[in-house]
RNA sequence: GGUGGCGUAGUUCAGUUGGUUAGAAUGCCGGCCUGUCACGCCGGAGGUCGCGAGUUCGAGUCUCGUCGUCACCGCCA
């Protein structure tokens, strides 16, 4: 027998017990007279003991081991003369009295302890050692819990999980697929799913009517802190619903998980705010509402005093910092800069501070009175002590610049509180997204998206002012999901297909087999899908999602520990009649 | 595709204006130690300064290229 209980399992009151454990050796401790050996598993510390007078032999064997050591140890536990009250075990120890090495281990190439010494690259090229870390570890449980919440909660509504085919068929919407030749059938390709889409709304017309899955799912493009090439989705799909259903049904879901994982009463309803409502007061579809800071437009009331930067300006916008009149000119410069990055592409900033003595001070009073930018203040509800920061340029570019100010400024007034969560619905996304360089639109969401029935109209006069029935779900500036009611009519479908430059042939071999479905009485629906890996990194306190996920891949999409992507050797090409051109 | 950061001992990092023998901590190895739990003390080993060019009397340090990695922009319906 291995073991009659884990590392994590004994207490005071198993004291004089006969016990078997099993696991990895920590650390040890050695006295010469006697060693103490901390002996891990996925549960917990029990620290082993040997003793020289008791027996010399085991006990230099015990000298021995080095870190990660398999080991197995039976003895008696015994109450501690000198208690830990750092670890769950910390009042008792074995005393050991049989010891076997089950593997040894060579010293492993960074510390496995709550904070590593090692590096990014390290850890991931010895994933399997990092898993053995309690912080990742635990991350990986709480993915787990969450996910067994997921499942008891859409169980509950009566959801059914059903899987849907990873093999699947290109498509030229959206992002980049992974494709997959296939050997029985020379020159053709599978594509892995972007996401289940067009088979959870076959689903619905089959009439299954609430479905869900935790699904994998693909999307061959840049990577970043949040994003991976295979990455998890929950996937909902439900029939006769409008909006507003769907958003209670999830609504319910988020509120089930704030509950049960992090024991937090979420007020429902969310909060709605429309796209262009969070576009002019954050700056972001994403916006953040763990603090205020909102973003007001400053145009009318800044122009016409003869400053060309303003003057000449289509927009200009600011937001109040609360409590940052005080800002000195150093502060104020690393503003200036952060703004210019080009990331953020700000040409300067403008700063006015409401002092406590009741001046105003500001970089621009060569152009302004007090009592113009004391309207400004006006206008952006500034207080006394407050530091207003205004910026100007083309609308778009410079709300973006404000919202990322924003989140800049609530990190550096520790606004952005880890443990408070404020999710909301962004609702009523645009339906269609001009694209420059191709000269056409693209479905903001995806081609299935149905538009909001009032806006259909304006397909003909202003096909960019149609509103989708969109929405997604947003928690402290991320975005955690999102979905849409979709078209369920053949003849709207087409419209929209039309819309977005598909030829009609087109649209029957790229979808055809929707339209199919189409044709044989499909149920209104609706559904959702949520970055499943995200929602656990935000619950974990973490904006990267790489440490949720057991065996992540680099920012190049690269696994360094089994070390893919890699060459097919050239038989492997031949037989799928693949030539690789360099 | 683009911008930027980083790359020095097993690991995490320091390394001045370009200057002689490249340091620290930790880990590792050896010794001592009977109540530690980040044990302590003593000693030791350990380096292609990512790689390749260039500038220079001289390069860890400066320049260019390249590779790796991270963050961001584009991209991600």
Partial sequence: MYRTHTCGDLRKSDAGRQVVLSGWVQRSRDFGGMTFVDLRDRYGITQLVFNMETDPGLCEKARKLGREFVIRASGRVTERSSKNPRILTGDIEILVEDMEVLNASRVPPFTIEENTDGG?????????????????????????????????????????????????????????????????????????????????????????????????????????????????????????????????????????????????????????LSYQETMEKYGTDKPDLRFGMEIHDLSVVARGKGFQVIDGAEYSGGICAPGAAGYSRKLLDELTEFVKRPQIGGRGLIWVKFETDGNIRSSVDKFYTAEDLRKWGECCGARSGDLLLVMSGETQATRYALGELRLEMGDRLSLRDKNRFIPLWVVDFPLLEWDEE??????????????????????????????????????????????SIRIHDERLQKTMFKNLGFSEEAAREQFGFLMQAFRYGAPPHGGIAFGFDRWVALFGGSESIRDFIAFPKNTAGRDVMINTPAPLPGEQLKELGIRVIK
């Fill in 120 to 272: 990014d690259d390290l850890r991931m090229k010895y994933r399997y050692l990092d898993i053995r870390r309690p912080p990742v570890k635990d991350h990986l449980i709480l993915r787990h819990r969450m996910a067994q919440e997921v499942r008891k909660y859409l169980d509950g509504q009566g959801f059914i999980e059903i899987e849907t085919p990873v093999l699947i068929k290109s498509t030229p919407e959206g992002a980049r697929d992974f494709v997959v030749p296939s050997r029985m059938n020379r020159g053709e390709f599978y594509a892995l799913p972007q996401s289940p889409q067009t088979f959870k709304q076959l689903l619905m017309v089959a009439g299954m009517d609430k479905y869900f899955q935790i699904v994998k799912c693909f999307r061959d493009e840049d990577l970043r802190a949040d994003r991976q090439p295979e990455f998890t989705q929950i996937d909902c799909e439900m029939s006769f619903v409008e909006r507003e259903d769907v958003l209670n049904t999830f609504e319910g879901l988020a509120g089930h998980l704030f509950q049960a994982i992090l024991g937090i009463q979420v007020p429902a309803p969310f909060p709605r």
């Fill in 438 to 483: 191709t000269g056409r639109f693209y479905a903001m969401h995806h081609p299935f998206t149905s538009p909001r029935l009032e806006d259909i109209d304006l397909f003909e006069s202003d096909p960019a002012k149609v509103r989708a029935n969109a929405y997604d779900l947003v928690i402290n500036g991320v975005e955690i999901g999102g979905g």
